[in-house]
């Protein structure tokens, strides 16, 4: 899996705790530190927990990949997991207020999310 397709799957699985507000950025031709960062919001301490152990156990499952270092806890505002070439930020809505990550990297373009399959049509009988 390449960055940009774990960057992707750390999205959907955020997207599958029902974390708000799901932006993956770009950050290859800005930074040296990493390829893209995932920031997704959490409503409350139960809800950060979710999506972070959504994220962790899924990937150890998936793909064998364990975050390198993971910053902050669900009983703060913040959780860093870093994944080397992506880093994912689950922050309690008035830390991702305040510390504006996007803001910050206003300049990264932001990756749209991968289109999702349709359902097969099925014809009248």
Not at 12 to 21: M, P
Not at 26 to 44: E, M, Q
Not at 56 to 78: F, H, I, Y
Not at 82 to 94: C, G, K, N
């Amino acid at each position: 899996m390449d960055s940009k397709q774990l960057a992707q799957r750390c999205r959907q699985l955020a997207e599958n705790r029902k974390a708000e507000k799901v932006v993956v950025l770009d950050v290859r031709k800005l930074s040296s530190v990493t390829d893209f960062f995932v920031i997704a919001t959490g409503l409350n301490e139960p809800h950060v927990r979710a999506i972070v152990e959504e994220v962790t156990e899924k990937l150890v499952e998936e793909a064998a990949l364990r975050p390198r270092a993971q910053d902050g806890s669900w009983k703060q505002n913040w959780v860093a997991l870093d994944y080397f070439d992506v880093i994912v930020h689950v922050m309690r809505p008035e830390a991702r207020s305040l510390y504006a990550l996007e803001s910050l990297w206003n300049d990264a373009p932001r990756v749209r999310r991968p289109p999702r399959p349709r359902a097969p049509r099925t014809l009248p009988a």
